[in-house]
């Protein structure tokens, strides 16, 4: 992959395309910057394999609490990112948190 970020996004945004298309969720606008921020940040403090566990957990969240009707997806997927995003700060090594805060329950 180019290390051009222009060119960078682009690839993402067509792969995105392609998956949302595949995967017949057409309504998805996918945040890129935020999600790759993610994964390298768990990746730092946690582990290689930590990135993609990460946003992975992130969107299934997200997924859930959508199709629960408790979210919006944007809504959804932001909250999911800033719990795993402060988890991801201090790594394994940090106190563990009460779980996923749904303000809408």
Known sequence: MSTNPD???RTLSEW???LTQALQIL?????????VELADKSSRTVGNNA???S???VGYAAGLSKTSGRKAADEAVQTAVETVSTLAETGLEGPD???WK???Q
């Open 7 to 9: 060119t960078e996004e």
């Open 102 to 104: 749904n303000s809408a």
């Open 97 to 99: 948190q009460p779980g």
């Open 16 to 18: 995105s395309r392609r």
């Open 27 to 35: 309504d998805l606008e996918v945040d890129h910057k935020t999600l």
């Open 55 to 57: 946003t992975f957990l």
């Open 51 to 53: 990135g993609p566990i």
